[in-house]
Each structure stands twice: as structure tokens, then as C-alpha cells.
């Protein structure tokens, strides 16, 4: 029994050194998944698979769930990964948020994420899915434009309000909402039939892995990290 105990102890003192330096090196585990699951998908790619994540999206969001009433919604869900939504949003931050330079900080974000992905679909030269687009787009398909912007910028936005929002639920709230934007912005994509679902990941792992070394490197410089706490719906730069 005591042996039994003994290794019971070791068992949870192995999973607490796991977690442990888990937590001490998030960033590193979070960078690594991303570029794995992107390498992956870029090796089918380039090989000319017909992905089963596609097929399967593609059963789930075109054959099944298109519909005269859904199409519209998605047609303004895809727009708020736009140049002109974007525009106006860092405006709003730029005048909103705390830091040295808010407003430099998600511009260069997303200039330089969109010159990332048009280098990135340069070099795959993917072509687009034909035969059920409802919208007219033209370019590459991988990885998808819509898909990094989206989780570029709002995956920017969660990291500012995580970091400087005042600990309360609202917090938790506008996190959960930018989160789903940025699902249903990559849904919307393969839903108006412009990008398979493989284009759409892959975009967010680039993104991702963007934001590890954009967030650690870049955003903190230009966001001070004794900035007082903001919300998003407080109407006023907090002084």
C-alpha cells in the first residue's frame, strides 16, 4: 500500500511540474501548436489533397446550412474583416484605448498581417474554390486574408482588454464576443463558398503564431504596461 502510495505522489508531482512549466511557457506551447498544425495543413496543400476538413465543411456549412435568409447575415459577418470596418475600429481605438500609441499598435498589426498573407499566398498560389462562391472574390486562396485579419486584430483587441481592463465580468464578456467574431468571420468564408475550410485554419494559425511574437515583441512597447484600466464601452480615453 505504501509503494502504491508512493507512486500515487509521483504520478501527481509529474503533473504538477507538467502544468507547472506549461504555464511558465504558454507563449513557446501556443507558438509551437499553431506552426505545427499549419505545417500540416500547407504539406496537403502543396501535395494537391483533397482535404477531408474541407469535404466535410463543406458538407456542413454549403450543402446543409446555406439559405435565402442565412446568406445575408454571413454577407455582413465576412465584412467586418473590411478594410473600411477596420479602419474605423482603430480609429476608435486609437482614441479609446490606453498605451503610448494604441492607434500604432493595430495599424502595424495589420499591415503587417496582410502583407504576411499576400507573401504566404504568393509562394502556395492555391486557387480558390469554383463552382458555389456567392460573392465574387479574386487571388489565392491560402491561407485566408479574411481569416488572418480577423484573428489578427480582434486576437489583439482580446490581448489589450485582457491586459488592461478593469477585473470584472464585462471583461470576460468582450473577450467571449471578439472571440466569436473571429470564429464566425472564418465560418462565413467557407459558408459564401470563397475559401475551403483548410484556408480558414490556416489563416488563424499564421495569425496566431503572429500575435505570440507581435504581442511579446511590438504591442508592449507601444501599450504601457502601467496604462489604468479601459473598457471598450467607457466612451472616453481614461486619463
Not at 474583416?81 to 477596420?86: F, G, I, R, T
Not at 498581417?113 to 463552382?131: M, S, W, Y
Request: charged share 15%; proline share 5%.
Amino acid at each position: 500500500m505504501a509503494t502504491a502510495r508512493e507512486l500515487a505522489q509521483d504520478v501527481r508531482d509529474i503533473a504538477r511540474g507538467a502544468l507547472g512549466l506549461l504555464r511558465q511557457n504558454a507563449r513557446l506551447a501556443v507558438l509551437l501548436a499553431a506552426a505545427l498544425v499549419f505545417m500540416l495543413l500547407l504539406e496537403d496543400v502543396t501535395e494537391g489533397s483533397v482535404l477531408r476538413l474541407d469535404t466535410m465543411a463543406y458538407e456542413l456549412f454549403v450543402v446543409r446550412l446555406r439559405s435565402d435568409a442565412l446568406t445575408p447575415l454571413m454577407e455582413g459577418v465576412t465584412s467586418l474583416a473590411s478594410v473600411v470596418v477596420l479602419a474605423v475600429m482603430a480609429a476608435v481605438i486609437a482614441a479609446l484605448a490606453p498605451g503610448r500609441a494604441p492607434g500604432w499598435c493595430v495599424s502595424v498589426n495589420l499591415v503587417g498581417v496582410v502583407a504576411l498573407n499576400q507573401l504566404l499566398k504568393f509562394i502556395v498560389q492555391r486557387p480558390r474554390p469554383d463552382g458555389f462562391r456567392l460573392v465574387a472574390e479574386s487571388g489565392y486562396s491560402f491561407p485566408s486574408g479574411h481569416s488572418m485579419v480577423s484573428m489578427a486584430f480582434f486576437g489583439l483587441l482580446i490581448w489589450m482588454v485582457w491586459r488592461f481592463h478593469r477585473r470584472d465580468v464585462m471583461r470576460v464578456v468582450w473577450c467571449v464576443v471578439f472571440g466569436l467574431v473571429i470564429v464566425m468571420v472564418g465560418v462565413s468564408r467557407i459558408y459564401l463558398g470563397v475559401h475551403y475550410a483548410s484556408d480558414v485554419l490556416a489563416g488563424f494559425c499564421v495569425s496566431i503564431m503572429w500575435l505570440v511574437l507581435y504581442t511579446r515583441v511590438v504591442a508592449p512597447p507601444l501599450l504601457a504596461a502601467d496604462a489604468p484600466p479601459f473598457s471598450p464601452d467607457d466612451g472616453a480615453r481614461p486619463e
